[in-house]
């Protein structure tokens, strides 16, 4: 049976993985249709009942949406790799020819809030520590691969013919 550890009695160190970032498009894209854009980009990209828009403002701009991410990771040189679940918060927000995005509260079902350091204490803290690189890496790709396609996406509108 896998070995994965509980967050009981574990305690990291660091700050909340976090990123965010500007992009600057085309100054003639207005905020209503980057809005509409970005609730398509969602849908699109979050497909699993997992993954929720739990604000959407149009006057505003803005869009939040709770995500779900499955990680493999890795315990140790002769452990199995195991599974979890990683939540996180995806902002998306809109001012003519700009966007803004945030993605934030990376949450593990066993580990809580996913930092940028180390486990610093825990009954089993070699393999916890194999496990939460694995789970920071693991984010530090989703983020990644998340920003690709955004800027994939709001790119392109850059280009379209209206």
């Keep these: 049976m896998p070995l994965l550890v509980k967050s009981q009695g574990i305690v990291t160190s660091g700050s909340p993985i976090k990123k965010d970032s500007v992009l600057i498009l085309d100054s003639t894209l207005k905020q209503e249709k980057l809005y509409s854009a970005g609730l398509e980009w969602f849908a699109i ?62 949450i593990d079902d066993n580990y809580g ?31 990644a691969l998340i920003e690709i396609k955004l800027i994939e996406t709001f790119k392109k509108l850059n280009k379209e013919e209206w």
């Design 45 to 106: 990209n979050y497909k699993s009942a997992m993954n929720v828009l739990q604000l959407q403002d149009k006057e505003a701009g803005t869009i939040i949406g709770k995500a779900r991410m499955s990680c493999v990771i890795k315990s140790g040189k002769f452990m199995p790799l195991n599974s979890t679940n990683i939540s996180y918060t995806l902002k998306l927000s809109f001012k003519n020819g700009k966007m803004k995005y945030e993605l934030s509260d990376f």
């Design 113 to 143: 809030l996913i930092k940028d350091g180390n486990v610093v204490k825990s009954t089993t803290i070699k393999i916890a520590n194999n496990q939460y690189t694995s789970m920071k890496t693991c984010v530090l790709d989703e983020i």
